[in-house]
């Protein structure tokens, strides 16, 4: 049984913006382009679910254009994760003594201050993933990179994440399709 996520493609925020459950658009050749190199590799008859935001719901929609069979449904759980009053800010401008007070109590302080902590994010992608697990049957995943990261440590057994160097750093591109199989 496989889940495959996929990323959304590259949105027009300015590099270095956090925008986590900000809606910021994709440029439509964009989304096409992800939709054209992935298509094809998903299987038939799978669940697909994708985040309420726009850039992925719009790449779940020029999917379904390329497979008619594969038709999304929105997911709240897989959206991307609630950086608060961070949100909209530059990682630069944000103040390195709050990101550091985030990192040293990283399961249960808020992102930003009034966002998600890591184990509220982690408890709604898990949440995701159980009833993908329990549903016995391949999925696809139009979501984020927080997501696919979230999914990874799930996968490997870890659920409550308790220190900011247990999360996982590596790149993860955007229109990227990441497998995980049971």
């Given at each position: ?10 949105t027009t925020?300015?590099?270095?913006l956090?925008?986590?459950r900000?809606?910021v658009?994709v440029?439509?050749?964009l989304?096409?382009?992800a939709a054209?190199?992935?298509?094809a ?21 020029a ?8 038709r999304?449904v ?9 950086l608060?009053d ?11 003594a709050?990101i550091?007070?985030?990192?040293r ?17 982690m408890q709604?992608v898990?949440?995701a993933?159980?009833a993908w ?13 927080g ?10 057994g870890l659920r409550?994440?308790e220190?900011a160097?247990?999360w ?13 199989e049971?």
């Amino acid at each position: 049984m496989k889940l495959l996520l996929i990323r959304h493609a590259r949105t027009t925020a300015a590099d270095g913006l956090c925008y986590g459950r900000t809606d910021v658009p994709v440029r439509p050749e964009l989304t096409r382009a992800a939709a054209a190199r992935v298509a094809a590799d998903l299987p038939p008859g799978a669940a697909m679910a994708c985040s309420p935001l726009r850039r992925c719901s719009d790449l779940a929609a020029a999917i379904s254009v390329l497979r008619p069979e594969l038709r999304a449904v929105f997911d709240p759980r897989l959206a991307e994760m609630d950086l608060g009053d961070w949100e909209e800010r530059s990682w630069a401008a944000i103040d390195r003594a709050e990101i550091e007070a985030w990192s040293r109590g990283f399961a249960d302080l808020r992102a930003g201050g009034s966002g998600e902590s890591t184990r509220q994010f982690m408890q709604r992608v898990a949440g995701a993933f159980d009833a993908w697990r329990d549903s016995g049957r391949d999925a696809v995943w139009i979501t984020h990179a927080g997501v696919i990261r979230a999914v990874r440590l799930l996968h490997a057994g870890l659920r409550v994440v308790e220190r900011a160097e247990q999360w996982p750093s590596e790149p993860i591109d955007f229109g990227a399709l990441v497998s995980f199989e049971l």
